[in-house]
């Protein structure tokens, strides 16, 4: 089966800083790698998607990046905020009848005004 | 916007006790799935439901485990005979045609 492994797990910066979490993947056939985020005792949220025919997506101060031969994608966080302090799950799954992630363990994010 | 809502938000049971956890996911949603997260840990996956069967489920959803939608609405995980390990936030999550999950808030179940 498919194994995601997430570093770091805790990762602090300065407000204004950039915040990077490094995933890599085993399944080739993962095609598709979202990530959640998740603040204390809230449900995983959803904040950007990337498919695998895809390298790059960008949404405002958030960006992934996707490198298939070596099966890892990364999260990158611009100009990073304190309510950007969560826990990030990376994921990868392929459509087997239906999308099931394999979720990383998880990196603490802490952003120190 | 819709959202995947769950009940109750929190459950104490003792062990041995059997629960019912509760999901309503999007209307419109085809695929219904649960999920455990033990405190601290990452999200593990239990099960997956489309068309009214199971279409997935991992090694950690053994016969203790049940799942069922009793109406068209509702979306239910059983555990029969609770265990302390059971002890964990469950999530129910739904997704329509396309890939994105999208996550209920979640019960906080704690075995005694």
């Known amino acids: 089966g498919e194994n995601v492994e997430q570093h770091p797990s805790t990762l602090s910066v300065q407000e204004g800083d950039s915040a990077v979490i490094k995933c890599t993947y085993s399944?080739?056939?993962?095609?598709?790698f979202p990530w959640y985020k998740q603040e204390l005792g809230k449900r995983p949220q959803l904040i950007i998607d990337?498919?695998?025919?895809?390298g790059e997506k960008k949404d405002q101060r958030i960006a992934v990046t996707l490198n298939k031969t070596a099966k890892h994608f990364s999260l990158h966080i611009t100009e990073t905020q304190p309510e950007d302090s969560a826990v990030y799950f990376c994921a990868a799954s392929s459509r087997g009848g239906s999308y099931i992630p394999t979720f990383g363990r998880g990196t603490s994010l802490i952003v120190h005004p | 916007e819709p959202e995947v809502t769950q009940t109750p938000s929190h459950q104490v049971t003792q062990m041995g006790q059997e629960v019912i956890l509760r999901c309503v996911p999007i209307s419109n949603h085809l695929y219904f799935y649960w999920y455990r997260q033990i405190l601290g840990q990452k999200v593990e996956f239990l099960v997956s439901?489309?068309?009214?069967?199971?279409?997935?489920k991992s090694e950690i959803f053994d016969d203790q485990f049940s799942v069922e939608r009793p109406d068209g609405s509702n979306f239910t995980l059983k555990i029969r005979s609770t265990k302390l390990e059971d002890s964990a936030m469950y999530f129910c999550?739904?997704?329509?045609?396309?890939?994105?999950?999208?996550f209920g808030p979640g019960t906080r179940l704690l075995v005694l």
């Open positions: 399944d080739s056939a993962s095609n598709y």
């Open positions: 990337i498919r695998s025919n895809v």
């Open positions: 439901f489309y068309n009214n069967e199971i279409s997935e």
């Open positions: 999550a739904s997704t329509g045609l396309g890939e994105t999950q999208y």
